[in-house]
Antibody
Framework: QVQLQESGPGLVKPSETLSLTCTVSGVSVNNGLYFWNWIRQPAGKGLEWIGR???????NYNPSLSSRVSVAFDTSKNHFSLQLNSVTAADTAVYYCVRKRSRGSFDIWGQGARVTVSS | DIQMTQSPSSLSTSIGDRVTITCQASQDIRNYLNWYQQKPGKAPKLLIY???TLETGVPSRFSGSGFGTDFTFTISSLQPEDIATYYCQHCDSLPYTFGQGTKLEIK
């Protein structure tokens, strides 16, 4: 059974860096059938795709965030990570790590990590 | 970016009703359209991919159709456990974008 689990600080100060890790079980992040993604959702609002990493290490980001975001994976630990720099209150959201089929849908989601940006 | 426009944004329904949600893409996305269900406090759950293919384990009362720019999601007979917010999402090109969601409520 494939599972994804987010972890990281729930509170980040403005202008600092938000860092989250997604631990993957039941499948290797090296599996070329999948992309590994981050998606966020502010309270009461819709879903925003942040970025993804593939098993080659190649990454793609939402242009709206690309100057501040980095996604990477660590195959030795079978996890992937998100870093978002220079955060503001607008970055307060639930952050999901999500598996995407190589030419298709977001099929497996983590339970979500709530991150608040506040001093 | 491709814009996904869902309607309605909310829908007041009754158990047993047929429910239809539409999603329009701002440009041709072929059949690269997925539908998700999200219940409060939970992660979204994939229901339909490639516009009309039911994800394994999803009840057959859920269905999807469409191609190009116009898509439809249907629940043939609403059950109590279907009360949720539904999102469409395209995967035709980057960046992936979602519709704004349709929240189902009981009359």
């Amino acid at each position: 059974q494939v599972q994804l689990q987010e972890s990281g600080p729930g509170l980040v100060k403005p202008s600092e860096t938000l860092s989250l890790t997604c631990t993957v079980s039941g499948v290797s992040v090296n599996n070329g059938l999948y992309f590994w993604n981050w998606i966020r959702q502010p309270a009461g609002k819709g879903l925003e795709w942040i970025g993804r990493v593939y098993n080659t290490g190649s990454t793609n980001y939402n242009p709206s965030l690309s100057s501040r975001v980095s996604v990477a994976f660590d195959t030795s630990k079978n996890h992937f990570s998100l870093q978002l720099n220079s955060v503001t209150a607008a970055d307060t959201a639930v952050y999901y790590c999500v598996r995407k089929r190589s030419r298709g849908s977001f099929d497996i989601w983590g339970q979500g990590a709530r991150v608040t940006v506040s001093s | 970016d491709i814009q996904m426009t869902q309607s309605p944004s909310s829908l007041s329904t009754s158990i047993g009703d047929r429910v239809t949600i539409t999603c329009q893409a701002s440009q041709d996305i072929r059949n690269y359209l997925n539908w998700y269900q999200q219940k409060p406090g939970k992660a979204p759950k994939l229901l339909i991919y490639d516009a009309s293919t039911l994800e394994t384990g999803v009840p057959s009362r859920f269905s999807g159709s469409g191609f190009g720019t116009d898509f439809t999601f249907t629940i043939s007979s609403l059950q109590p456990e279907d009360i949720a917010t539904y999102y469409c999402q395209h995967c035709d090109s980057l960046p992936y974008t979602f519709g704004q969601g349709t929240k189902l409520e009981i009359k």
